[in-house]
């Protein structure tokens, strides 16, 4: 351990210790977190105002009508409408956030700004509306027919041509999509005798404020949503933590193979002992990375007042199977990189086991929505795959999974682990001493079996 | 008590189908100042990461300050033939790494590193990143590296390479007062003149095998000479031809250098360079290391043709 303890040290402090780290890990994130919050408000874009003129052919009254709706103050486009939904089932917070005045008002600066005139023409001017398009004279010109004011259409009937001018953004043309569609309903409810807004207003649909029973007496709104994400958000955690410091710990060993280091550390202590310190090393700065994200999660929870939703038997499974997944990850990159003496050759070594652990980020969705089903079981029990696949189980809001498959897949996993360091220390041993061509896969397994 | 700093017994070892060290015995006695030398590919660095435990023989035995291999790596210094430093790590906290891993204390090898830095005349780069260093800093950092601890063996390979010759000396002084000190040196060199200058015992590896482990005098009287140094008296030429003479050199001084056929006794041709004229001084040219080594590794290549053996050489 006297020779361990210097190299876990060091691994540690040229890692962890850095500006790099220090930067990309902790500052980044800590600025990108608030970020995160609003990100939905503030992926959607300013866009240019839409201004100039639409002729509708056909119907004088749902030209007349889209006139008014335009002239409705703080008309909103589909995406504007989607959004504002979206924002509806999301806690206060990030609802203040979206209309911070500080953030710039992003729910605001979302909307689109337009000042739009509807012109009506007779059906023989339609060509010559159409050229006024093509002549940027216009917007658009709409076709009405007379079946689509019918009061109960067909399919076939149930829509009109509308023809834009090229380069029309994508928002603008949902905004007169919208508007278009908006009038001719209000013209056909109009023309049955019937009062639009009431029927409008009665058919507008009520909103559920579900709130959860905590066990200790209290009562807290629920958000779908959260349950939902904590699968994933733990496995990313526990993907983010290892893959990290896996990845460091390929580079550092390929760099101390590469410009010779080894040969000197080699002198001074065991492959053994210096793979052991230098996973040992990472295993810190996974840590922090860890507890680093995961405690911006469960503050972030304890602020929503959700943090019931993580109870503490599901932080236990975490650290539990982020060990597992730590010693795998690390047990796959400390091969690699010894084995090999630049970071091309790493890809093409990593490239198989990657596409292998990257199942479980594919497949979260089927696996957190049945926790218990065949998929999910099945891919618990096989090795690299244990930890991943069961923290999206333990963490589902399903059917909870059965004590005896946790066990044996903590059994299973933790056996795998003790194989896997095995090899890989079998590796190290002789892959840190070779130097030139990538050996292939087959040549690893044989420098497993060397005396 | 064991007076053996190294003793290989029988040391084979393979790679697949490259038969990298074969059936090599040799012992060090404590205190030897050695030089092992051998062309490139010959077996040197297998034989030296088998001393230092980084690999392991398939066959025979190693024992290393009279114990197992292992457990003296805190007593063995090793300046590796490809120097390997942390590039973004200091100088003085490297050394301190390098003093920790060898069994040192914080404090011993503080002041260790400190102590060797002022002796290398590197103490203005103590805070210095390595990668800051000229290829000459990087050299001496390294070579106090493999001594901080004070070990009992030490193995430099190519230890005097990318040095100026001030630097050579200064490092020469020190190889010497280290084996002054008791300590066992083995160094590995392709530039024969220094091995012939420091060591007093040279071990000739090629192919895997040790084909010469001798003192330097023994060397020099094992190895014929093959060359006839005669300074003649001015105005007084030598006959054009002499038996046994195969071709003869003019030197820069005058002189001439007269180089025998094979299996001629050259005291049999100094009688008739004599008997020829008188002539100011004639002398036998002992053989130079670099003449022995060229001699072996070219006559080994016949000798693996005809299956025969060298003096000097492992059976």
Known sequence: MNRVTPIIWREFKYTALTKAFIIGSIIVPIFIFPLLIVLPVLFAPRIEPLKGTIVIIGSEAVAQQASDLAHEEQRKSGTTRQLEEAMAGMPDSIKSAATDPLLGNPMASSRLEYDLQVDSAAAADLDANKQRVRDHDLIAVAALTDELLHKDPTREQNQFELFVRPGLSPRHLDFIDDLLADAVVEVRVKQSGMDYSAMRAMMRRPGVLTKRLQEGGGEVREYEWAKRLIPIAFMILVWIATFTSGNYLLTTTIEEKSNKVMEVLLSAASPMEIMSGKIIGQAFVSLITLFMYGGLGIIALIALSQADLIPLEMIVYLLLFFIMAYFMIASIMASVGSAVSDLHDAQSLIGPAMIVLILPMILWIPISESPNGSLAVVTSYIPPLIPFVMILRVTASGDPVPLWQIAVALVEGFAAVVVMMWMCARIFRVGVLMQGKAPSPLQLIKWIRYR | ?315
Not at chain 2, 251 to 273: A, C, K, Y
């Open chain 2, 1 to 315: 008590m064991n007076d053996s700093s190294i003793r290989l017994d029988h040391v084979d070892k393979r790679f697949g189908s490259v038969h990298a060290v074969q059936d090599v015995c040799f012992d060090v006695p404590r205190g030897s100042l050695l030089g092992f030398l051998g062309p490139n590919g010959a077996g040197k660095s297998t034989t030296i990461r088998m001393i230092m435990s980084i690999i392991y023989p398939d066959q025979g035995s190693i024992s290393v300050l009279g114990g197992s291999a292992l457990a003296a790596k805190n007593r063995i210094g090793y300046l590796p033939e490809e120097r390997g430093l942390y590039r973004k790590m200091r100088v003085g906290e490297f050394l301190r790494y390098i003093g920790r891993l060898k069994g040192m204390t914080r404090s011993d090898s503080r002041t260790a590193a400190m102590t060797w830095l002022d002796r290398m005349e590197l103490l203005a780069v103590d805070r210095k990143r390595c990668e800051e260093l000229s290829k000459g800093m990087h050299q001496k950092i390294q070579f106090i590296a493999s001594i901080i601890h004070e070990p009992d063996l030490m193995i430099f390979d190519e230890p005097f390479s990318g040095l100026d010759p001030v630097n050579a000396e200064l490092m020469n002084t020190i190889i010497q007062e280290l084996h002054a000190q008791g300590r066992t040196i083995i160094f590995s060199t392709h530039v024969m003149h220094q091995a012939e200058q420091l060591c007093e015992r040279i071990m000739l590896i090629d192919r895997g095998r040790l084909i010469l482990d001798d003192s330097m005098e023994g060397i020099q009287k094992t190895f014929d000479p093959r060359t006839i140094e005669v300074e003649p008296l001015p105005g007084i030429g030598l006959p054009t031809h002499i038996d046994g003479v195969a071709e003869r050199t003019v030197t820069r001084e005058g002189g001439l250098e007269l180089h025998l056929n094979d299996h001629v006794d050259p005291h049999r041709v100094m009688q008739r360079v004599v008997e020829a004229g008188p002539v100011r001084s004639i002398k036998l040219r002992r053989p130079s290391l670099d003449d022995v080594f060229v001699m072996l590794v070219r006559d080994r290549l016949h000798e693996t043709e005809l299956g025969t053996t060298l003096p000097g050489a492992t059976p």
